[in-house]
């Protein structure tokens, strides 16, 4: 199940957001969203095994503080 991180700061890796959504279950992969010229876009994606993971990751995360940065 596919969940959308939007508002992430300049300096965020995959490995940055796998560790803070691995409490939530098995993440599958993760995908931080960048320009050919990888310039940061500020958001990504974090992909779980299960749905019932992903709908807890969005309560949880929605609106925490992560990097400096509130994560929609």
């Known amino acids: 199940q596919k969940v959308f991180v939007g508002n992430l700061s300049y300096f965020c890796a995959q490995d940055d957001l796998r560790q803070l959504f691995a409490p939530f279950g098995f993440v599958k992969s993760v995908s931080v969203c960048r320009t050919k010229a990888l ?34």
């Open 39 to 72: 310039e940061p876009l500020y958001f990504g994606f974090v992909f779980f095994q299960e749905e019932v993971e992903a709908d807890s990751a969005v309560r949880a995360m929605d609106g925490q503080m992560f990097q400096g940065r509130r994560l929609r």
